[in-house]
T-cell receptor
């Protein structure tokens, strides 16, 4: 059973377009994180959200944590080819527990 | 800045052989995690260590074992290898628990033939 459901699974867009990726769960998380992974490399942490309703911005990326701390979204404005990669959300029930990952959203941005 | 170091980067083994993967966490990070990622799959948590003691256990097969040593490096030992064990194995480290995020190594690609 997948604890974290991500959608869409695949996304192919053109440079300059906006997109939103969703991460949903029926469980409450103490924190939720977003990672970006390149093929054959380890995931790289983008952001951690801990407070329900929290919004964090990282340049053209906007992350939101749901009020109930069960879901999150990642919005990319004016996507660029360098944004191409696998975006993974991950959450933990508590600080002492390991992260569970979603299946990821594979994003392709073409020039 | 120092990162998480994993070795070897690539490993090819035959069925029923054993393999040992090594991980050197970021200095002063108190927790080490091991994950397995099959082709097109999300990382699956195997096991973690906090201050050299096993802290959490995930879907780690009985054929696998791991430990963290006094110098904080960790090793994942895999015996009686099966074709299905072929995957990327990542080590990650963190300080202060999950809340501060993980730093992942570049992984070891294990191929069992």
């Amino acid at each position: 059973t997948q604890l974290l459901e991500q959608s869409p699974q695949f996304l192919s867009i053109q440079e300059g377009e906006n997109l939103t990726v969703y991460c949903n769960s029926s469980s409450v998380f103490s924190s939720l994180q977003w990672y970006r992974q390149e093929p054959g490399e380890g995931p790289v942490l983008l952001v951690t959200v801990v407070t329900g309703g929290e919004v964090k911005k990282l340049k053209r990326l906007t992350f939101q944590f749901g009020d109930a701390r069960k879901d999150s979204s990642l919005h990319i404005t004016a996507a660029q080819p360098g944004d191409t990669g696998l975006y993974l959300c991950a959450g933990a029930a508590g600080s002492g527990y390991a992260l569970n990952f979603g299946k990821g959203t594979s994003l392709l941005v073409t020039p | 800045a120092a990162g998480v170091i994993q070795s070897p980067r690539h490993l090819i083994k035959e069925k029923r052989e054993t393999a040992t993967l090594k991980c050197y966490p970021i200095p002063r990070h108190d927790t080490v995690y091991w994950y397995q990622q099959g082709p097109g799959q999300d990382p699956q948590f195997l096991i973690s260590f906090y201050e050299k003691m096993q802290s959490d256990k995930g879907s780690i097969p009985d054929r696998f074992s791991a430990q963290q040593f006094s110098d904080y490096h960790s090793e994942l030992n895999m015996s009686s290898l099966e074709l299905g064990d072929s995957a990327l194995y990542f080590c990650a480290s963190s300080i202060g628990g999950t809340r501060n995020g993980y730093t992942f190594g570049s992984g070891t690609r294990l191929t069992v033939v």
